[in-house]
């Protein structure tokens, strides 16, 4: 499966964004991962095929994560943005079982990432 991202910018702290990632193909599970300079991956929400979501305490409140599945097409759209939000923001996607058990660093496929700026 490929995965291609988009959307990503520079904004300034309590800004939007919206990311979209789009699939080559059918999937069971997308995923929001990012990974902040110097720092490990760090799962931000999945959504599985059924609709079903899963947020990290990072994203809840303030980032909403959709899919488009006759597109299989993924977006997240992300609200009042903090500097520590600031990463590049991978899609990824995998089975059910990775998204259900949020175990991210198993996703089978990833993209090229799309970067994020928040500036204070």
């Known amino acids: 499966v490929h995965l291609a991202e988009s959307g990503g910018g520079s904004v300034q702290a309590g800004g939007s964004l919206r990311l979209s990632c789009r699939a080559s193909?059918?999937?069971?599970?997308m995923a929001w991962i990012r990974q902040a300079p110097g720092k490990e991956h760090e799962g931000v929400a999945n959504?599985?095929?059924?609709?079903?979501?899963n947020y990290e305490d990072s994203a809840k409140g303030r980032f909403t994560i959709s899919k488009d599945n006759s597109e299989n097409t993924m977006t997240l759209q992300m609200t009042n943005l903090k500097p520590e939000d600031t990463a590049m923001y991978y899609c990824?996607?995998?089975?059910?079982?990775?998204?259900?058990?949020?175990?991210?660093?198993?996703?089978?496929?990833w993209g090229k990432g799309t970067l994020v700026t928040v500036s204070s």
């Open positions: 990824a996607t995998g089975s059910t079982y990775v998204c259900e058990a949020r175990n991210y660093n198993a996703m089978d496929y």
């Open positions: 193909g059918f999937t069971y599970c």
């Open positions: 959504i599985e095929a059924d609709g079903t979501t």
